[in-house]
T-cell receptor, first 113, second 111 residues
Framework: NAGVTQTPKFQVLKTGQSMTLQCAQD?????MSWYRQDPGMGLRLIHY???????DQGEVPNGYNVSRSTTEDFPLRLLSAAPSQTSVYFC????????????FGSGTQLSVL | DQQVKQNSPSLSVQEGRISILNCDYT??????FLWYKKYPAEGPTFLIS?????DKNEDGRFTVFLNKSAKHLSLHIVPSQPGDSAVYFC??????????FGAGTRLTVKP
């Protein structure tokens, strides 16, 4: 039981490039989400999904795209990377609406030059 | 707008003493509160939580107190241990989809 797995752990992009951050969970959790962590800002919600085929925007969704085709996977796409997207990204999941304890992946450190 | 605030970026305590981490929130609709602990290069891990119908929840050395009228919660660690040195995040949710986090407090426990 691996929990929440994120890949890659580190990534450097040039401004304007696109890429996908991968997230997979093996706990059969309905709810999955993406956060970014910036100094002095805490963790801010980017997008979330309450089940396969259902996604919604969080606090800071601009510049990011998500899809949820399976229960297990929730990739985050950067459409055209900008230096302001330099951050640490965390994927998280929880069982369902009733249980609010989030399980986090180990993070992806992204630098946009 | 930052609806969850941790005003102390850092806290240093001596091993064996009490650590008190504070958190304030502005949204009166928040009804569930959590504390997460984060070590470097790892994701946050759940520590303890409290529902708004309670004012205290205890788990071993960790106790969370909630003061709804003041919109304030605190995490007490007694006794503090060097392994408790980490960044602690306070989180709150008003419904089941949107969880807001504070900026974190870095706790250092000195031997």
């Amino acid at each position: 039981n691996a929990g929440v797995t994120q890949t890659p752990k580190f990534q450097v992009l040039k401004t304007g490039q696109s890429m996908t951050l991968q997230c997979a969970q093996d706990m059969n959790h309905e709810y999955m989400s993406w956060y970014r962590q910036d100094p002095g800002m805490g963790l801010r919600l980017i997008h979330y999904s309450v089940g396969a085929g259902i996604t919604d925007q969080g606090e800071v969704p601009n510049g990011y795209n998500v899809s949820r085709s399976t229960t297990e996977d929730f990739p985050l796409r950067l459409l055209s990377a900008a230096p302001s997207q330099t951050s640490v990204y965390f994927c998280a999941s929880r069982k369902d609406r009733g249980r609010r304890k989030l399980f986090f992946g180990s993070g992806t450190q992204l630098s946009v030059l | 707008d930052q609806q969850v605030k941790q005003n102390s970026p850092s806290l240093s305590v001596q091993e064996g003493r009490i650590s008190i981490l504070n958190c304030d929130y502005t949204n009166s609709m928040f009804d569930y509160f959590l504390w997460y602990k984060k070590y470097p290069a790892e994701g946050p891990t759940f520590l303890i939580s409290i529902s708004s119908i309670k004012d205290k929840n205890e788990d071993g050395r960790f106790t969370v107190f909630l003061n709804k009228s003041a919109k304030h919660l605190s995490l007490h660690i007694v006794p503090s241990q060097p392994g408790d040195s980490a960044v602690y995040f306070c989180a709150a949710s008003a419904d089941n989809n949107d969880m807001r986090f504070g900026a974190g407090t870095r706790l250092t426990v000195k031997p």
